[in-house]
């Protein structure tokens, strides 16, 4: 699966979202911008997009709520470990309440991974980072285990966050 990401104002990203009906686009607005995600197997219609390629997910996107992006720079050579840590979580954002949709996004052609996760709102994903599941999630290693795990990270991560804007608006 492939999901693509595209940059514009509301009522442009809205009108090409609406020219598509049958791709699974979801319309989302930020601070300063509005994103569109293209979540398909074939290509993607947009011009000049962010490219990735879903390493896992669960949920579908429903366009009505949070959504939060970690946006993680991995080296090359961490790419296979970041991987293999999500492909083997203990799952538990998904029994999370207000939890919709969860993907982790390989870039196709920067070194930043994505972790998307939609919510019913920004009060349910609040909850969630201060669940135990977050804390078991987000854990650090034993104390002396650090000294045999590699830095896999080229940079710091950072957090965007975005809204469903509703129709009628």
Same mark, same amino acid.
């Given at each position: 699966m492939n999901l693509y990401m595209t940059t514009g104002t509301y009522g442009y990203m809205k009108k090409l979202r609406d020219k598509y009906p049958n791709e @699974?686009?979801?319309?989302?607005?930020?601070? @300063?911008?509005?994103?569109?995600?293209?979540?398909?197997?074939?290509? &993607?219609?947009?011009?000049?997009?962010?490219?990735?390629?879903?390493?896992?997910?669960?949920?579908?996107?429903? /366009?009505?709520?949070?959504?939060?992006?970690?946006? #993680?720079?991995?080296? !090359? /050579?961490?790419?296979?470990?970041? !991987?293999?840590?999500?492909?083997?979580?203990?799952?538990? #954002?998904?029994?999370?309440?207000?939890?919709?949709?969860?993907?982790?996004?390989?870039?196709?052609?920067?070194?930043?991974?994505?972790?998307? &996760?939609e919510w019913e709102s920004p009060n349910f994903f609040e909850k969630w980072k201060e669940s135990q599941a977050f804390s078991q999630a987000h854990s650090k290693p034993a104390e002396g285990a650090a000294e045999k795990r590699p830095n896999i990270f080229s940079g710091s991560s950072y957090v965007t966050t975005y809204t469903a804007k509703p129709e009628d608006e």
């Open positions: @699974n686009m979801v319309v989302m607005q930020g601070e @300063n911008t509005t994103l569109v995600l293209h979540e398909t197997e074939g290509k &993607t219609v947009f011009q000049t997009p962010r490219r990735y390629e879903v390493v896992d997910g669960t949920g579908e996107f429903k /366009e009505k709520g949070f959504f939060v992006m970690n946006n #993680i720079p991995v080296t !090359e /050579e961490g790419r296979p470990i970041f !991987e293999h840590r999500f492909k083997n979580r203990a799952g538990a #954002i998904e029994n999370e309440p207000g939890y919709i949709a969860f993907r982790v996004l390989r870039p196709r052609d920067s070194d930043t991974y994505v972790v998307l &996760t």
